[in-house]
């Protein structure tokens, strides 16, 4: 989580009017900030130290120092460095749909590892780990994405159930223990259908993870642990597409950190299911 500018464009639409201020402020000139005791930044910006901290929780950051911590990295790694997500054009060149698709898929992951907390990502490969059951909850394009990790968490021999229409969802969230955990992939964090399954799951005691994009949003506000895809694409037009390879980049690091956890068991569970579909040809 060391850029701290692709954090801050990427949370920026989700803050108070007041700390939005503060964050346009430090976007303008980046390298500015880096001098400024935050008493002299409250002055510029006409804010209070306290708007400052806020601004700081809000985008998880634990303070001020490591939110400059962070712009200095951002400033050093940019330098001579510009790329930003682009739409597809009317009329574009197969060779333009290449590079744009291709680039704002790079982009994607690139700005997720930016807004992806490595003790929340921990936490939740522990809870995954000592789980009964995991339920994983997705529509749309995100139940694409719940049906990758069910794939791969069979293969591992981890109970793991992706089921992607409501009624599915609540009949099996209302038999969750607090024994289970509920993985809810929403990128916009504000699926209905994935709001109602994760209260009933809370309601059981069930342990509920997120994955959203980044910023507030209905689902992170009710999950225990919250991991946060980038939230680069927002036209229509792209119709998740980079989002999809960020939640799927998400997935494969917390597949892999279970299998990591019982790397021998794994290995064994995997040879074993890849022996079993060889056999099929």
Same mark, same amino acid.
């Given at each position: 989580?060391?850029?701290?500018?692709?954090?801050?464009?990427?949370?920026?639409?989700?803050?108070?009017?007041?700390?939005?201020?503060?964050?346009?402020?430090?976007?303008?000139?980046?390298?500015?900030?880096?001098?400024?005791?935050?008493?002299?930044?409250?002055?510029?910006?006409?804010?209070?130290?306290?708007?400052?901290?806020?601004?700081?929780?809000?985008?998880?950051?634990?303070?001020?120092?490591?939110?400059?911590?962070?712009?200095?990295?951002?400033?050093?790694?940019?330098?001579?460095?510009?790329?930003?997500?682009?739409?597809?054009?009317?009329?574009?060149?197969?060779?333009?749909?290449?590079?744009?698709?291709?680039?704002?898929?790079?982009?994607?992951?690139?700005?997720?590892?930016?807004?992806?907390?490595?003790?929340?990502?921990?936490?939740?490969?522990?809870?995954?780990?000592?789980?009964?059951?995991?339920?994983?909850?997705?529509?749309?394009?995100?139940?694409?994405?719940?049906?990758?990790?069910?794939?791969?968490?069979?293969?591992?021999? *981890?109970?793991?159930?992706? &089921?992607?229409? #409501?009624? @599915?969802?609540? =009949?099996?969230? !209302?038999?969750? +223990? *607090?024994?289970?955990?509920? &993985?809810?992939? #929403?990128? @916009?964090?504000? =699926?209905?259908? !994935?709001?109602? +399954?994760?209260?009933?799951?809370?309601?059981?005691?069930?342990?509920?993870?997120?994955?959203?994009?980044?910023?507030?949003?209905?689902?992170?506000?009710?999950?225990?642990?919250?991991?946060?895809?980038?939230?680069?694409?927002?036209?229509?037009?792209?119709?998740?597409?980079?989002?999809?390879?960020?939640?799927?980049?998400?997935?494969?690091?917390?597949?892999?950190?279970?299998?990591?956890?019982?790397?021998?068991?794994?290995?064994?569970?995997?040879?074993?299911?890849?022996?079993?579909?060889?056999?099929?040809?």
């Amino acid at each position: 989580m060391n850029d701290g500018l692709e954090r801050i464009r990427q949370g920026i639409t989700t803050l108070k009017p007041s700390e939005r201020k503060v964050a346009q402020y430090i976007l303008k000139d980046p390298d500015k900030i880096l001098a400024m005791p935050i008493s002299r930044l409250a002055k510029e910006c006409e804010a209070s130290e306290a708007t400052i901290i806020r601004m700081c929780r809000s985008l998880q950051f634990k303070g001020f120092r490591e939110l400059k911590l962070s712009i200095s990295a951002s400033v050093n790694k940019r330098e001579g460095h510009s790329e930003r997500y682009q739409d597809i054009t009317t009329s574009a060149s197969m060779k333009e749909i290449i590079e744009v698709v291709s680039n704002n898929n790079l982009q994607s992951i690139e700005a997720t590892l930016s807004v992806l907390n490595e003790h929340s990502m921990e936490d939740a490969v522990t809870k995954m780990e000592n789980a009964r059951r995991i339920l994983v909850v997705g529509v749309g394009a995100s139940a694409i994405v719940a049906q990758d990790f069910e794939q791969k968490c069979k293969r591992i021999n *981890k109970w793991c159930e992706a &089921l992607t229409d #409501s009624h @599915s969802q609540l =009949t099996s969230a !209302v038999h969750l +223990t *607090k024994e289970d955990v509920v &993985l809810a992939v #929403s990128y @916009s964090g504000e =699926t209905k259908e !994935v709001i109602d +399954t994760i209260k009933i799951a809370l309601e059981n005691k069930a342990t509920v993870i997120s994955i959203t994009s980044y910023g507030n949003n209905a689902v992170q506000g009710l999950a225990d642990v919250n991991l946060f895809a980038s939230n680069l694409e927002q036209s229509v037009r792209s119709g998740a597409t980079a989002s999809r390879i960020a939640q799927l980049n998400i997935v494969d690091i917390l597949f892999t950190g279970l299998a990591s956890k019982n790397y021998q068991t794994s290995i064994a569970f995997l040879d074993k299911t890849r022996n079993v579909i060889q056999n099929r040809f």
